[in-house]
Nanobody, 121 residues
Framework: QVQLVESGGGLVQAGGSLTLSCAASGRTFSRYFMGWFRQAPGKERELVATITSGGSRNYVDSVKGRFTISRDNTKNTVYLQMNRLKPEDTAVYYC???????????????WGQGTQVTVSS
């Protein structure tokens, strides 16, 4: 049982930056795979970025070079630094946790409530 709480969403002008945080409960956070998802209006939920327990990162192509996922295991927190934001980045962003060894998108069983990111043109 993991509880995740996102924060840091808001309204940003195109080209701006925003950092999302996800605070996790639990004492085994350092062993979890973590991911950031987003769901834009009228679109399916999309896996944006993942970070393994060892710190390996992966990103969807559309955010490579602009977004950075990181984790601070001492604070039980995962971050998503978003730079050079585009209107198409507008979505509700969710953090999620998985305990599988090699989790796929459907293996993230613990979810935050989501935080709205809106990028204006």
């Amino acid at each position: 049982q993991v509880q995740l709480v996102e924060s840091g969403g808001g309204l940003v002008q195109a080209g701006g930056s925003l950092t999302l945080s996800c605070a996790a409960s639990g004492r085994t956070f350092s062993r979890y795979f973590m991911g950031w998802f987003r769901q834009a209006p009228g679109k399916e939920r999309e896996l944006v970025a993942t970070i393994t327990s060892g710190g390996s990162r992966n990103y969807v192509d559309s955010v490579k070079g602009r977004f950075t996922i990181s984790r601070d295991n001492t604070k039980n927190t995962v971050y998503l630094q978003m730079n050079r934001l585009k209107p198409e980045d507008t979505a509700v962003y969710y953090c999620a946790a998985a305990v599988a060894t090699r989790p796929g998108p459907n293996d993230y069983n613990y979810w935050g409530q989501g935080t709205q990111v809106t990028v204006s043109s």
